[in-house]
Protein backbone atom coordinates (compact mmCIF):
# COMPACT_ATOMS: atom_id res chain seq x y z
CA UNK A 1 0.00 0.00 0.00
CA UNK A 2 2.99 2.25 0.75
CA UNK A 3 4.06 1.87 -2.57
CA UNK A 4 1.39 2.50 -4.64
CA UNK A 5 1.20 5.90 -1.79
CA UNK A 6 4.25 7.20 -2.37
CA UNK A 7 4.20 6.51 -6.69
CA UNK A 8 0.71 8.70 -6.36
CA UNK A 9 2.78 11.46 -4.95
CA UNK A 10 5.69 11.03 -7.18
CA UNK A 11 2.99 11.23 -10.30
CA UNK A 12 1.21 13.62 -8.65
CA UNK A 13 4.35 15.84 -7.78
CA UNK A 14 5.60 15.50 -11.93
CA UNK A 15 1.79 16.00 -13.29
CA UNK A 16 1.39 19.60 -11.71
CA UNK A 17 5.03 20.68 -11.79
CA UNK A 18 5.17 23.94 -13.64
CA UNK A 19 7.62 22.69 -15.98
CA UNK A 20 5.03 20.60 -17.13
CA UNK A 21 2.48 22.92 -17.70
CA UNK A 22 3.66 26.60 -18.38
CA UNK A 23 6.98 28.04 -20.13
CA UNK A 24 10.41 28.66 -18.62
CA UNK A 25 10.45 30.41 -15.30
CA UNK A 26 6.44 30.71 -14.75
CA UNK A 27 5.14 29.28 -11.86
CA UNK A 28 1.19 28.66 -10.78
CA UNK A 29 1.75 31.67 -8.10
CA UNK A 30 2.31 33.48 -11.33
CA UNK A 31 -1.35 33.44 -12.77
CA UNK A 32 -3.47 32.90 -9.86
CA UNK A 33 -6.25 35.13 -10.16
CA UNK A 34 -6.94 38.00 -8.31
CA UNK A 35 -9.11 40.67 -7.96
CA UNK A 36 -8.13 42.26 -10.74
CA UNK A 37 -7.86 39.77 -13.28
CA UNK A 38 -9.18 36.10 -13.71
CA UNK A 39 -6.88 33.23 -14.98
CA UNK A 40 -7.98 29.86 -15.59
CA UNK A 41 -8.13 27.28 -12.92
CA UNK A 42 -8.40 23.52 -13.48
CA UNK A 43 -10.93 23.18 -10.61
CA UNK A 44 -13.27 25.12 -13.45
CA UNK A 45 -13.58 22.46 -15.13
CA UNK A 46 -15.84 20.83 -12.33
CA UNK A 47 -18.64 22.68 -13.98
CA UNK A 48 -19.21 20.60 -17.03
CA UNK A 49 -19.95 17.82 -14.86
CA UNK A 50 -23.19 19.36 -13.62
CA UNK A 51 -23.56 21.08 -17.14
CA UNK A 52 -22.99 17.98 -19.20
CA UNK A 53 -26.37 16.92 -17.17
CA UNK A 54 -28.42 19.44 -17.79
CA UNK A 55 -27.65 19.28 -21.27
CA UNK A 56 -28.92 15.75 -21.53
CA UNK A 57 -31.83 16.92 -20.03
CA UNK A 58 -32.39 19.45 -22.52
CA UNK A 59 -32.03 17.04 -25.49
CA UNK A 60 -34.68 14.72 -24.22
CA UNK A 61 -36.88 17.44 -23.96
CA UNK A 62 -35.98 18.91 -27.08
CA UNK A 63 -36.09 15.53 -28.92
CA UNK A 64 -39.58 15.38 -27.74
CA UNK A 65 -41.31 18.50 -28.03
CA UNK A 66 -39.55 19.60 -30.84
CA UNK A 67 -37.59 17.43 -32.90
CA UNK A 68 -40.52 14.31 -32.72
CA UNK A 69 -43.13 16.66 -33.78
CA UNK A 70 -41.64 17.69 -37.09
CA UNK A 71 -40.12 14.31 -37.97
CA UNK A 72 -44.07 13.36 -37.23
CA UNK A 73 -45.10 16.21 -40.04
CA UNK A 74 -42.73 14.89 -42.83
CA UNK A 75 -44.43 11.52 -42.30
CA UNK A 76 -41.56 9.77 -40.53
CA UNK A 77 -42.71 6.70 -38.51
CA UNK A 78 -41.22 5.61 -35.01
CA UNK A 79 -42.51 2.22 -36.09
CA UNK A 80 -40.45 -1.14 -35.69
CA UNK A 81 -39.93 -4.38 -38.20
CA UNK A 82 -41.48 -7.45 -36.92
CA UNK A 83 -39.81 -9.32 -34.10
CA UNK A 84 -38.57 -12.32 -34.33
CA UNK A 85 -40.22 -15.78 -32.92
CA UNK A 86 -38.93 -15.88 -29.32
CA UNK A 87 -35.95 -19.14 -29.55
CA UNK A 88 -33.56 -19.41 -26.63
CA UNK A 89 -30.55 -21.04 -28.65
CA UNK A 90 -30.33 -18.71 -31.44
CA UNK A 91 -30.99 -16.13 -28.96
CA UNK A 92 -27.93 -16.95 -27.33
CA UNK A 93 -25.97 -17.44 -30.44
CA UNK A 94 -27.07 -13.78 -31.38
CA UNK A 95 -25.57 -12.21 -28.27
CA UNK A 96 -21.99 -13.93 -29.40
CA UNK A 97 -22.50 -12.78 -32.83
CA UNK A 98 -25.54 -10.52 -34.82
CA UNK A 99 -24.16 -12.10 -38.08
CA UNK A 100 -22.98 -15.39 -38.01
CA UNK A 101 -20.42 -17.35 -39.62
CA UNK A 102 -21.91 -19.91 -42.29
CA UNK A 103 -20.23 -22.43 -40.11
CA UNK A 104 -22.28 -21.35 -37.54
CA UNK A 105 -26.08 -21.27 -39.49
CA UNK A 106 -25.01 -24.92 -40.60
CA UNK A 107 -24.50 -25.65 -36.78
CA UNK A 108 -27.77 -24.31 -35.33
CA UNK A 109 -29.60 -25.66 -38.71
CA UNK A 110 -28.91 -29.00 -37.60
CA UNK A 111 -29.50 -28.68 -34.07
CA UNK A 112 -32.83 -27.18 -34.32
CA UNK A 113 -33.87 -29.50 -37.00
CA UNK A 114 -34.77 -26.64 -39.74
CA UNK A 115 -32.65 -25.29 -42.92
CA UNK A 116 -30.51 -22.81 -43.34
CA UNK A 117 -32.57 -20.45 -45.12
CA UNK A 118 -34.91 -20.71 -41.97
CA UNK A 119 -31.63 -19.89 -39.55
CA UNK A 120 -30.26 -16.98 -41.97
CA UNK A 121 -34.04 -15.20 -42.11
CA UNK A 122 -34.35 -15.66 -38.24
CA UNK A 123 -30.91 -13.44 -37.69
CA UNK A 124 -32.36 -11.18 -40.38
CA UNK A 125 -35.43 -10.16 -38.73
CA UNK A 126 -33.25 -10.31 -35.22
CA UNK A 127 -30.77 -7.48 -36.51
CA UNK A 128 -33.48 -5.76 -37.89
CA UNK A 129 -35.82 -5.97 -34.39
CA UNK A 130 -32.54 -3.67 -33.45
CA UNK A 131 -33.24 -1.35 -35.62
CA UNK A 132 -34.08 2.09 -34.46
CA UNK A 133 -36.83 4.11 -36.05
CA UNK A 134 -36.27 6.72 -38.79
CA UNK A 135 -38.09 8.64 -36.48
CA UNK A 136 -35.53 8.41 -33.66
CA UNK A 137 -32.55 8.82 -35.84
CA UNK A 138 -34.09 12.05 -37.17
CA UNK A 139 -34.82 13.45 -33.24
CA UNK A 140 -31.09 12.29 -33.12
CA UNK A 141 -29.63 14.54 -35.63
CA UNK A 142 -32.05 17.00 -35.14
CA UNK A 143 -30.49 17.66 -31.51
CA UNK A 144 -27.10 17.18 -32.87
CA UNK A 145 -27.60 20.16 -35.60
CA UNK A 146 -29.13 22.70 -33.13
CA UNK A 147 -25.82 22.18 -30.73
CA UNK A 148 -23.22 22.23 -33.34
CA UNK A 149 -25.36 25.16 -34.91
CA UNK A 150 -25.81 27.25 -31.97
CA UNK A 151 -22.17 26.73 -30.71
CA UNK A 152 -20.94 27.86 -34.25
CA UNK A 153 -22.86 31.24 -33.87
CA UNK A 154 -21.78 31.50 -30.62
CA UNK A 155 -18.16 30.91 -31.10
CA UNK A 156 -18.25 33.00 -34.04
CA UNK A 157 -19.93 35.75 -32.33
CA UNK A 158 -17.49 36.09 -28.87
CA UNK A 159 -14.84 35.59 -31.34
CA UNK A 160 -15.42 37.86 -34.01
CA UNK A 161 -13.90 41.36 -31.66
CA UNK A 162 -10.98 38.85 -30.55
CA UNK A 163 -7.07 40.07 -31.80
CA UNK A 164 -6.57 36.26 -32.20
CA UNK A 165 -9.84 35.26 -34.48
CA UNK A 166 -7.93 37.13 -37.42
CA UNK A 167 -4.28 36.80 -36.30
CA UNK A 168 -2.74 33.47 -34.67
CA UNK A 169 -0.10 35.41 -33.67
CA UNK A 170 -1.92 36.61 -30.96
CA UNK A 171 -2.64 33.56 -29.37
CA UNK A 172 0.70 33.21 -28.04
CA UNK A 173 1.63 36.82 -27.13
CA UNK A 174 1.70 37.82 -23.35
CA UNK A 175 1.54 33.62 -23.00
CA UNK A 176 0.81 32.97 -20.57
CA UNK A 177 -0.64 35.64 -18.91
CA UNK A 178 -3.80 36.07 -21.06
CA UNK A 179 -7.15 36.78 -18.90
CA UNK A 180 -10.02 34.02 -18.98
CA UNK A 181 -12.87 35.92 -20.43
CA UNK A 182 -16.71 35.20 -19.23
CA UNK A 183 -17.63 34.11 -22.66
CA UNK A 184 -14.71 32.53 -23.11
CA UNK A 185 -15.39 30.57 -19.79
CA UNK A 186 -18.49 29.96 -20.60
CA UNK A 187 -17.78 29.17 -24.52
CA UNK A 188 -15.38 26.58 -22.84
CA UNK A 189 -18.02 24.53 -20.09
CA UNK A 190 -20.28 24.14 -22.92
CA UNK A 191 -18.45 22.39 -25.47
CA UNK A 192 -17.06 20.58 -22.55
CA UNK A 193 -20.42 19.71 -21.38
CA UNK A 194 -21.81 18.96 -24.61
CA UNK A 195 -19.03 16.15 -24.87
CA UNK A 196 -19.24 14.74 -21.50
CA UNK A 197 -22.53 14.03 -22.30
CA UNK A 198 -22.18 12.54 -25.67
CA UNK A 199 -19.25 10.35 -24.11
CA UNK A 200 -22.53 8.83 -21.88
CA UNK A 201 -25.59 9.33 -24.00
CA UNK A 202 -23.47 7.24 -26.47
CA UNK A 203 -24.54 3.67 -24.58
CA UNK A 204 -28.20 5.04 -25.27
CA UNK A 205 -28.03 6.44 -28.77
CA UNK A 206 -28.48 4.50 -31.96
CA UNK A 207 -25.90 1.95 -32.27
CA UNK A 208 -23.30 2.33 -35.29
CA UNK A 209 -20.32 0.74 -36.62
CA UNK A 210 -18.15 3.11 -35.54
CA UNK A 211 -19.06 3.30 -32.39
CA UNK A 212 -15.56 2.60 -30.19
CA UNK A 213 -13.90 4.86 -32.77
CA UNK A 214 -16.38 7.45 -31.61
CA UNK A 215 -16.24 6.94 -27.74
CA UNK A 216 -12.31 7.49 -28.29
CA UNK A 217 -13.42 10.44 -30.09
CA UNK A 218 -15.15 12.11 -27.10
CA UNK A 219 -12.32 10.95 -25.46
CA UNK A 220 -9.26 12.85 -26.98
CA UNK A 221 -11.70 16.11 -27.32
CA UNK A 222 -12.10 15.78 -23.86
CA UNK A 223 -8.15 15.37 -23.46
CA UNK A 224 -7.63 18.23 -25.83
CA UNK A 225 -9.85 20.60 -23.98
CA UNK A 226 -8.32 19.94 -20.61
CA UNK A 227 -4.60 19.87 -21.91
CA UNK A 228 -5.45 23.95 -23.39
CA UNK A 229 -7.35 24.85 -20.47
CA UNK A 230 -4.77 23.42 -18.24
CA UNK A 231 -1.80 25.23 -19.79
CA UNK A 232 -4.23 28.64 -20.55
CA UNK A 233 -4.06 27.73 -24.08
CA UNK A 234 -7.41 28.90 -24.71
CA UNK A 235 -6.80 30.88 -27.12
CA UNK A 236 -5.98 28.32 -29.73
CA UNK A 237 -8.75 26.16 -28.05
CA UNK A 238 -11.54 28.72 -28.90
CA UNK A 239 -10.16 28.02 -32.63
CA UNK A 240 -9.96 24.90 -32.85
CA UNK A 241 -14.05 24.48 -31.71
CA UNK A 242 -15.02 26.81 -33.87
CA UNK A 243 -13.93 25.40 -36.92
CA UNK A 244 -14.80 21.80 -36.03
CA UNK A 245 -18.43 23.14 -35.41
CA UNK A 246 -18.65 25.60 -38.51
CA UNK A 247 -18.53 21.87 -40.51
CA UNK A 248 -20.63 19.18 -38.12
CA UNK A 249 -24.10 20.73 -38.73
CA UNK A 250 -24.08 20.73 -42.28
CA UNK A 251 -23.34 17.25 -42.07
CA UNK A 252 -26.51 17.05 -39.53
CA UNK A 253 -28.82 18.74 -41.85
CA UNK A 254 -27.82 16.26 -44.72
CA UNK A 255 -28.62 13.24 -42.50
CA UNK A 256 -32.12 15.26 -42.02
CA UNK A 257 -32.78 15.98 -45.71
CA UNK A 258 -32.16 12.39 -46.03
CA UNK A 259 -34.49 10.83 -43.49
CA UNK A 260 -37.34 13.36 -44.71
CA UNK A 261 -36.73 11.86 -48.36
CA UNK A 262 -35.93 15.25 -49.35
CA UNK A 263 -33.31 14.09 -51.99
CA UNK A 264 -32.18 17.22 -53.77
CA UNK A 265 -31.79 19.50 -50.39
CA UNK A 266 -29.48 16.38 -49.20
CA UNK A 267 -27.50 16.18 -52.29
CA UNK A 268 -26.91 20.00 -51.91
CA UNK A 269 -26.39 19.84 -48.41
CA UNK A 270 -23.55 17.42 -48.98
CA UNK A 271 -21.98 19.70 -51.30
CA UNK A 272 -21.52 22.06 -49.07
CA UNK A 273 -20.42 19.92 -46.12
CA UNK A 274 -17.98 18.57 -48.31
CA UNK A 275 -16.36 22.07 -49.32
CA UNK A 276 -16.79 23.12 -45.85
CA UNK A 277 -14.33 20.37 -44.49
CA UNK A 278 -11.92 20.36 -47.06
CA UNK A 279 -11.31 24.63 -46.03
CA UNK A 280 -11.63 24.49 -43.12
CA UNK A 281 -10.10 21.19 -41.94
CA UNK A 282 -7.98 20.63 -44.85
CA UNK A 283 -6.66 24.77 -45.25
CA UNK A 284 -7.28 26.97 -42.21
CA UNK A 285 -6.75 24.26 -39.86
CA UNK A 286 -3.60 23.16 -40.88
CA UNK A 287 -2.34 26.26 -41.59
CA UNK A 288 -3.73 28.91 -39.03
CA UNK A 289 -3.11 26.06 -36.02
CA UNK A 290 -0.58 24.13 -36.53
CA UNK A 291 1.52 25.79 -38.54
CA UNK A 292 1.56 29.41 -35.86
CA UNK A 293 1.63 26.91 -32.94
CA UNK A 294 4.26 24.59 -34.25
CA UNK A 295 6.45 27.45 -34.87
CA UNK A 296 5.10 31.31 -33.82
CA UNK A 297 4.73 29.50 -29.87
CA UNK A 298 7.93 27.66 -29.82
CA UNK A 299 10.33 30.62 -31.79
CA UNK A 300 8.12 33.62 -29.16
CA UNK A 301 8.73 31.21 -25.91
CA UNK A 302 10.68 28.70 -26.39
CA UNK A 303 7.82 26.18 -25.65
CA UNK A 304 9.60 22.99 -26.65
CA UNK A 305 10.64 22.35 -22.99
CA UNK A 306 6.91 22.79 -22.18
CA UNK A 307 5.37 18.75 -21.61
CA UNK A 308 1.75 20.27 -22.64
CA UNK A 309 2.48 22.40 -25.46
CA UNK A 310 4.11 19.32 -26.88
CA UNK A 311 1.56 16.74 -25.65
CA UNK A 312 -0.99 18.96 -26.71
CA UNK A 313 0.07 19.89 -30.46
CA UNK A 314 1.12 16.49 -31.15
CA UNK A 315 -2.46 15.40 -30.41
CA UNK A 316 -3.43 18.29 -33.15
CA UNK A 317 -1.08 16.75 -35.72
CA UNK A 318 -2.77 13.18 -35.00
CA UNK A 319 -6.03 14.99 -35.28
CA UNK A 320 -4.99 16.57 -38.72
CA UNK A 321 -3.87 13.03 -39.62
CA UNK A 322 -7.48 11.81 -39.74
CA UNK A 323 -9.02 15.23 -41.07
CA UNK A 324 -6.76 13.67 -44.08
CA UNK A 325 -8.14 10.22 -43.60
CA UNK A 326 -11.51 10.83 -43.27
CA UNK A 327 -11.56 13.20 -46.13
CA UNK A 328 -10.20 10.85 -48.34
CA UNK A 329 -13.05 8.67 -47.92
CA UNK A 330 -15.37 11.02 -48.71
CA UNK A 331 -13.87 11.62 -51.61
CA UNK A 332 -13.20 7.77 -53.17
CA UNK A 333 -17.10 7.11 -52.07
CA UNK A 334 -17.71 10.14 -54.27
CA UNK A 335 -15.64 8.70 -56.98
CA UNK A 336 -16.92 5.30 -56.99
CA UNK A 337 -20.39 6.15 -56.69
CA UNK A 338 -20.07 8.81 -59.79
CA UNK A 339 -18.01 6.73 -61.96
CA UNK A 340 -18.81 3.11 -61.35
CA UNK A 341 -22.37 3.59 -60.30
CA UNK A 342 -21.83 2.04 -57.26
CA UNK A 343 -20.96 3.27 -53.42
CA UNK A 344 -17.86 1.02 -52.35
CA UNK A 345 -18.38 -0.23 -49.21
CA UNK A 346 -16.01 0.20 -46.33
CA UNK A 347 -15.95 -1.41 -43.13
CA UNK A 348 -15.40 1.69 -40.47
CA UNK A 349 -18.79 2.98 -42.32
CA UNK A 350 -22.41 3.79 -40.30
CA UNK A 351 -24.56 1.05 -41.83
CA UNK A 352 -27.95 2.39 -40.74
CA UNK A 353 -29.39 0.53 -42.99
CA UNK A 354 -29.49 -2.92 -41.16
CA UNK A 355 -28.80 -1.01 -37.59
CA UNK A 356 -25.43 -1.83 -36.41
CA UNK A 357 -23.63 -0.30 -34.26
CA UNK A 358 -20.82 8.84 -34.72
CA UNK A 359 -16.20 12.58 -35.41
CA UNK A 360 -17.32 12.21 -37.08
CA UNK A 361 -15.91 9.76 -39.39
CA UNK A 362 -18.36 7.27 -39.14
CA UNK A 363 -21.36 9.47 -40.00
CA UNK A 364 -19.66 11.73 -42.24
CA UNK A 365 -18.90 8.51 -44.48
CA UNK A 366 -22.32 7.27 -43.99
CA UNK A 367 -23.75 10.67 -45.08
CA UNK A 368 -21.35 10.32 -47.89
CA UNK A 369 -21.80 6.91 -48.87
CA UNK A 370 -26.55 7.57 -48.42
CA UNK A 371 -25.82 11.12 -50.66
CA UNK A 372 -23.97 9.40 -53.29
CA UNK A 373 -26.72 6.48 -53.84
CA UNK A 374 -29.22 9.30 -54.12
CA UNK A 375 -27.03 11.11 -56.72
CA UNK A 376 -26.58 7.26 -58.56
CA UNK A 377 -30.74 7.25 -58.29
CA UNK A 378 -31.33 10.48 -59.67
CA UNK A 379 -29.17 9.61 -62.84
CA UNK A 380 -30.77 6.44 -63.42
CA UNK A 381 -33.86 7.98 -64.03
CA UNK A 382 -32.30 10.48 -65.83
CA UNK A 383 -30.60 7.75 -68.51
CA UNK A 384 -33.90 6.17 -68.24
Not at 1 to 25: K, T
Not at 202 to 225: A, P
Not at 234 to 254: K, S
Request: aromatic share 16%; hydrophobic share 45%; with cysteine.
Amino acid sequence: MAVFLEAGQNFSAWFWNPGFWLPPNVTWEDIRSTDEVRYVEFSDLLASVPLAVGVLMFRYLFERIVAAPIGQYFNLKDTRPRPAAPNPVLEEAYRHACKPSHRVVTGLAKQLDVTERHIERWFRQRRNQDRPSVLRKFTESCWRFLYYLSAFVYGVCILWNKPWFWDTTHCWINFPFQPLLPEVYWFYMIEMSFYLSLTFSQFLDVKRKDFWQMFVHHMCTLMLLTFSWGGNMIRVGTLVLVIHDAVDFWMEAAKMAKYCRLHRLCDLLFIIFTVMWFLTRLVIFPYRILYFGLTVGHVMLNMSVMSAYIIYNGLLVILQILHVIWFYMILRIAYYAVVTGQVQKDGRSDSESDGDVHDSSGEQEATAKLTAKKFNNHEAKHKG
